[in-house]
Nanobody
Framework: QVQLVESGGGSVQAGGSLRLSCEVS????????LGWSRQAPGKEREFVAA????????YYSESVKGRFTIQRDNAENTLILEMDSLNTEDTAVYYC???????????????WGQGTQVTVSS
């Protein structure tokens, strides 16, 4: 059974940082590209970041580029999203996802986690 379990969400003030983790099980982790997306209230889900199975290349949306960093730990089957300089527009539920296809800036994934809430206050 494939499972993607996000953690690390929470509430933070603008300018702060959070580190999201996604523990993946039930699939050959090293063969999957991984990504993060988010969905704010009343908005469609949007791409945030993605990383290829080799750890590169990585992709970021323009809204998070330079502030967020996506990493993967193939030894621990874990995907990480380091988020710095958070602002109120980053408030959303964040989802991790996995696919056998090459990483890109889309939302075409085979498996999804349940999401973790990130709330940024001013």
């Amino acid at each position: 059974q494939v499972q993607l379990v996000e953690s690390g969400g929470g509430s933070v003030q603008a300018g702060g940082s959070l580190r999201l983790s996604c523990e993946v099980s039930g699939l050959p982790f090293k063969r999957y590209s991984l990504g993060w997306s988010r969905q704010a209230p009343g908005k469609e889900r949007e791409f945030v970041a993605a990383i290829n199975w080799l750890g590169s290349p990585t992709y970021y949306s323009e809204s998070v580029k330079g502030r967020f960093t996506i990493q993967r730990d193939n030894a621990e089957n874990t995907l990480i999203l380091e988020m710095d300089s958070l602002n109120t527009e980053d408030t959303a539920v964040y989802y991790c996802a996995a696919t056998t296809r090459p990483a890109g800036r889309g939302l075409d994934y085979d498996y999804w986690g349940q999401g973790t809430q990130v709330t940024v206050s001013s």
